[in-house]
């Protein structure tokens, strides 16, 4: 958690780097107050592309002293102490000032005096007087004895008694909702008996929320539709398996499962390949990754083009746009991270998805609760090596070391190294770099859930497994086919299957299912 006054720092910096651009339409390039804050350097290096080591900062301490001391030319011991006492001081005065301005701010409500006065004849008048302001706000129509407006087509129940201290309360205690509080409401100067229709009364509480707000338009609370839960219809689903090579591919042939092929995140300057592998085998469903930039994304535009497969599935959302508008049924892969009924209805009417991946991160509790929209498909994926991290950077710098400084094309398409790292928690993480892939972490076990299959009946059209070729320290003893019959048999509702399952992948973890988010 960053300290408040750390917060305070770097909002104001922008925004007095967005106010200077908007006076004077120029950039400011100071950033020296950001520096006065605890800071491990800057780096605007995703931005431009230059991915090298120097964006990684082997020293987690504060930089601060450092840039000051260097700056200053003061890069002995005895000058970077006392830039760091500086420092300090400065800080402590910064501390101070935030704090004396987070004492000024009241979040008490306004108390608010409400002043009725009118005459039949007469509009009513109301007088709102707050400690900074003061104004009054009249009804467009006048006053009318209350026997008179109860022959009104717009009377109320209390028409006969006319305007009281109840009914005026009523109809404005939705000002309490705002940084105001009825402390005291006045109707001394107002005629007894008298009466006004309703909606002149719901006019003039308008105006009175309207002026308060600054005379900015109260927009009406949005109540959360319903969703209409469609009648269960019975599902057989189907065994889909995640392959990324093509010696995966020809093991996998004889399977009567569904096979996605996944693309990889860099494309060699020649890709025909992967065409071909699509064109050939008809039956293969492109799987486009979450990250694709530059010449990588339109290369893979270019691929969906080219193959004009028959469905897709994307974590990528300009993939998805593009399916959207060739007319190419696609289903948002897992990294979409689906986890409610909206989402789902949002994908398939504003971008006609045909189908979506339930999020591997909320519990069986919490999938209940989805209702799926007509006509749309739902996917759970129930075995894959579970993905915590992806990045541009070179994640082996810090980890076993690299000769190379700088991130090119040939670390994209041909670097293919692994390593692993220990948590605070004592728990290894796993660090993943294969050829066309960016740099990935891995969890140490991959996922395992059996228990959906029969936990959720009649709600996924597939379930997927996960073969793609990534180590972790679950220990897989039989080969990608048999693996895959076993799925199958556990589809069908072999009561051995489960078990076996978990013999022959182990360990495994379903930890998410039963703890959501």
């Known amino acids: 958690m960053k300290g408040f006054h750390y917060v305070y720092t770097v909002v104001n910096s922008w925004r007095k780097l967005l106010d200077n651009f908007y006076t004077l339409n120029k950039s400011k390039s100071d950033d020296t107050d950001l520096y006065r804050v605890f800071n491990r350097d800057f780096t605007n290096s995703f931005l431009t592309g230059d991915i090298d080591k120097n964006m990684f900062i082997d020293n987690p301490r504060d930089n601060s002293a450092l840039y000051f001391s260097e700056k200053n030319g003061c890069t002995t011991d005895e000058g970077i102490k006392k830039t760091k006492t500086e420092l300090h001081e400065l800080r402590t005065e910064i501390i101070s000032n935030v704090r004396n301005k987070i004492s000024e701010l009241n979040v008490e409500k306004s108390p608010l005096k409400i002043s009725f006065s009118g005459k039949a004849g007469l509009p009513l008048s109301v007088s709102i007087t707050t400690a900074n302001t003061s104004f009054v706000v009249c009804s467009k129509t006048a006053l009318v004895p209350a026997r008179a407006g109860a022959d009104s087509s717009t009377n109320n129940k209390t028409s006969f008694e006319g305007l009281n201290y109840e009914d005026l309360h009523q109809q404005l205690e939705s000002i309490n909702e705002t940084e105001h509080v009825i402390q005291k409401m006045d109707l001394d100067n107002l005629q007894s008996g008298l009466f006004l229709p309703l909606q002149e009364l719901t006019a003039i509480k308008k105006r009175i929320l309207s002026r308060l707000n600054g005379s900015k338009e109260k927009f009406a609370s949005i109540e959360t539709p319903l969703l209409k839960k469609l009648k269960k219809a019975k599902i057989e689903p189907t065994l889909s398996v995640l392959i990324s090579s093509s010696q995966q591919l020809a093991e996998c042939l004889k399977t009567t499962a569904d096979l ?5 995140s860099c494309f060699n300057a020649d890709y025909s390949e992967l065409i071909d592998l699509f064109l050939k085998n008809k039956a293969l469903t492109p799987w486009f990754p979450s990250v694709l930039i530059g010449k990588d994304y339109t290369s893979a535009l270019d691929i969906l083009h080219q193959v004009n497969p028959k469905r897709i599935i994307t974590n990528n959302t300009g993939i998805a746009y593009e399916a959207y508008k060739m007319g190419i049924p696609w289903i948002a892969g897992p990294y979409l991270n689906s986890v409610n009924s909206f989402s789902l209805l949002c994908l398939k009417e504003n971008f006609n998805c045909s189908g979506s991946f339930i999020s591997n991160e909320i519990s069986k509790d919490q ?37 190379k400084s700088t991130i090119d094309e040939e670390c ?42 029969t936990d959720l009946p009649d709600m996924f059209s597939s379930f ?45 973890s379903n930890i998410q299912y039963k703890k959501g988010i």
């Not at 996605?260 to 990889?264: A, D, G, H, T």
């Not at 320290?473 to 048999?489: H, Q, R």
């Not at 399952?501 to 495994?508: D, F, G, M, R, T």
């Open 260 to 264: 996605y092929f996944q693309l990889p």
């Open 367 to 403: 999938i209940k609760k989805i209702i799926t929209p007509e006509d749309f498909n739902l996917y759970y994926s129930i075995y894959h090596p579970v993905l915590l991290l992806t990045s541009r950077q070179c994640l082996f710098h810090q980890i076993d070391g690299c000769n």
């Open 412 to 453: 994209n398409l041909q670097c293919n190294r692994f390593s692993s790292i220990t948590n605070l928690k004592n728990r290894s993480l796993l660090v993943n770099k294969t050829k066309g892939y960016y740099h990935r972490i891995y969890n140490n076990i991959n996922l395992l859930n059996t228990d959906i299959v």
């Open 464 to 508: 997927f497994i996960d073969l793609t070729d990534v180590k972790t320290e679950t220990n897989i003893s039989m080969d990608n086919i048999d693996i895959i019959k076993i799925f199958e048999n556990l589809l069908k509702g072999s009561p051995d299957s489960k078990i076996e399952l978990e013999k022959i992948i182990h360990p495994s």
